[in-house]
């Protein structure tokens, strides 16, 4: 597609439920990237993936996150058993290659996930 | 470690008026530094970026120059308009180790420019 499409673009759960998040990255690209802004706070690193590899998942904040990625293209990013503090807007991104410095990454939209 | 420190806001200012929002870094090595822009309802996309001490980025009137021995990167604009109405982050690239190519970035700095 032409930019990195994130899907959905809301989503309102309720404590203990679980929620997959979406990522599409543009086409070609081999690297995808995970992060979560929460309310008045920086984007935080979760993981990113090479390819379908995930060489680094020290990001992610407890073992109820998981993501996953197939064909080198689409990703999930799945919270089990969701509590309040994982409210955010979780962010996904993807540029050509990794291991560039400066490398320009392409973001998507996010999704607003609200946890009540 | 790695860590990007930003001017927090939220910054409103009349058209045409002067813009600084301070940024300042702290890295191992040698990162390359961005800033990144969000337009209301839009992705983060990348305004202008800096790879090396002295190199000053530039883009829509907007200008930030790499300074190693501040270790800044303050984002300016001589006179901004209202459509530069948006949320900024100034944010690093890790150069080696484990961490390369990962964008550390800072909080974010939400600017109003009022007609």
């Known amino acids: 597609g032409a930019g990195v499409s994130q899907s959905p673009s809301n989503k309102v759960t309720e404590k203990g439920k679980d929620v997959e998040l979406r990522c599409d990255p543009i086409?070609?690209?081999?690297?995808l990237y995970w992060y979560r802004q929460r309310l008045g706070q920086g984007l935080e690193f979760l993981i990113y993936?090479?390819?379908?590899?995930?060489?680094?998942k020290s990001g992610l904040p407890s073992d109820r996150f998981s993501a996953e990625r197939t064909g080198e293209s689409v990703s999930t990013l799945t919270i089990q058993r969701t509590q309040q503090e994982d409210s955010a807007v979780y962010l996904c991104?993807?540029?050509?290659?990794?291991?560039?410095?400066?490398?320009?990454?392409?973001f998507g939209s996010g999704t607003q996930l609200s946890v009540l | 470690g790695n860590s990007v420190t930003q001017m927090e806001g939220p910054v409103t200012l009349s058209e045409e008026a002067f813009l600084t929002i301070n940024c300042t870094y702290t890295?191992?090595?040698?990162?390359?530094l961005f800033w990144y822009v969000q337009y209301p309802g839009e992705g983060l996309q990348l305004l202008l970026k800096?790879?090396?001490?002295?190199d000053k980025g530039s883009n829509k009137g907007f200008e930030a120059t790499y300074r190693k021995e501040t270790t800044s990167f303050h984002l300016e604009k001589g006179s901004v308009q209202v459509s530069d109405s948006a949320v900024y982050f100034c944010?690093?690239?890790?150069?080696?180790?484990?961490?390369?190519?990962?964008?550390?970035f800072g909080r974010g700095t939400q600017l109003t420019v009022w007609p």
């Open positions: 991104a993807s540029s050509l290659a990794v291991g560039q410095p400066n490398e320009k990454l392409f």
């Open positions: 086409s070609g690209h081999t690297a």
């Open positions: 993936f090479q390819g379908n590899s995930a060489p680094d």
């Open positions: 890295a191992t090595g040698y990162p390359s």
């Open positions: 800096a790879t090396k001490a002295d």
């Open positions: 944010a690093l690239s890790s150069d080696r180790g484990s961490t390369l190519g990962r964008l550390y």
